[in-house]
């Protein structure tokens, strides 16, 4: 969903832009936060960066696999997998 809020931000010297601060209070964004950037077609993606599960992007995942996260109901799902072979 896209909403236009009409403010116009310019890039700095150093490439940086600032996000205003009625955005990053509505958004839950404090200083120091982490911010995931991507892109999707021509558009920069800004998004508050929380751990994911690599599979399905379920929240604070609680295992570890070679560096990636993911959430147990996945790990169930694998391990699903693995069984039927």
């Known amino acids: 969903m896209k909403i236009s809020t009409g403010i116009i931000r310019r890039v700095d010297e150093l490439g940086r832009i600032v996000i205003p601060k009625e955005m990053r209070k509505a958004l839950d964004i404090d200083q120091k936060d982490p911010i995931e950037i991507s892109v999707e077609g021509s558009n920069i993606i800004l998004h508050k960066y ?33 069984d039927e072979k």
């Open 50 to 82: 929380e751990n994911r599960c690599v599979f399905c992007g379920a929240i604070k995942p609680s295992l570890r696999y070679n560096g990636k996260l993911m959430c147990s109901k996945c790990l169930k799902e694998i391990n699903k997998i693995n």
